[in-house]
């Protein structure tokens, strides 16, 4: 079911028992109602009765109230550009530092340069992170492969 088909049956469903509570039915008798007509699959015994909890606080509101949401962190190529940038230019800057910038805390900065830049701190130095072994031996083989196909 879609989004907004399923919102609809929500709103069309909180309609229902409204009606059926105006009527002076109990939620008992209100979430029987919806069984029998609408199947097992529908709302739930709770859901039915706080929903009448609602109505006998009234709220008659037929829709669903947004709920409040964790902002969203979005890392844009853009923001990655910019602290590699600050890399570039002064590879002894401090995660701190770079966090002071708006739009950015420490958590998404370090999340930035650890696993989208993949770098580390040496010392004092922030350095991308050494291959392994097993790395190594891939890359060489693979650059022979590539030098043997262009001879």
């Given at each position: 079911?879609?989004?907004?088909?399923?919102?609809?049956?929500?709103?069309?469903?909180?309609?229902?028992?409204?009606?059926?509570?105006?009527?002076?039915k109990t939620p008992e008798k209100i979430y029987a109602i919806?069984?029998?007509?609408?199947?097992?699959?529908?709302?739930?015994?709770?859901?039915?009765?706080?929903?009448?909890?609602?109505?006998?606080?009234?709220?008659?509101?037929?829709?669903?109230?947004?709920?409040?949401?964790?902002?969203?962190?979005?890392?844009?190529p853009e923001i990655i550009y910019q602290i590699h940038e600050?890399?570039?230019?002064?590879?002894?800057?401090?995660?701190?530092?770079?966090?002071?910038?708006?739009?950015?805390?420490?958590?998404?900065?370090?999340?930035?340069?650890?696993?989208?830049?993949?770098?580390?701190?040496?010392?004092?130095?922030?350095?991308?992170?050494?291959?392994?072994?097993?790395?190594?031996?891939?890359?060489?083989?693979?650059?022979?492969?590539?030098?043997?196909?262009?001879?």
């Amino acid at each position: 079911m879609s989004g907004d088909a399923c919102y609809f049956n929500i709103i069309a469903t909180r309609a229902i028992i409204r009606y059926f509570f105006l009527q002076g039915k109990t939620p008992e008798k209100i979430y029987a109602i919806l069984t029998e007509t609408l199947g097992e699959h529908e709302q739930s015994y709770v859901i039915v009765s706080n929903w009448v909890a609602q109505i006998k606080r009234g709220d008659f509101s037929a829709s669903i109230a947004p709920r409040p949401r964790r902002p969203k962190t979005v890392t844009t190529p853009e923001i990655i550009y910019q602290i590699h940038e600050l890399f570039l230019e002064d590879s002894r800057i401090s995660a701190k530092s770079i966090a002071e910038h708006p739009g950015l805390s420490s958590k998404r900065v370090g999340s930035i340069i650890h696993e989208d830049l993949e770098m580390r701190k040496l010392s004092v130095k922030w350095v991308p992170k050494c291959q392994n072994a097993v790395q190594n031996r891939q890359r060489g083989q693979s650059s022979e492969q590539h030098l043997e196909f262009f001879h």
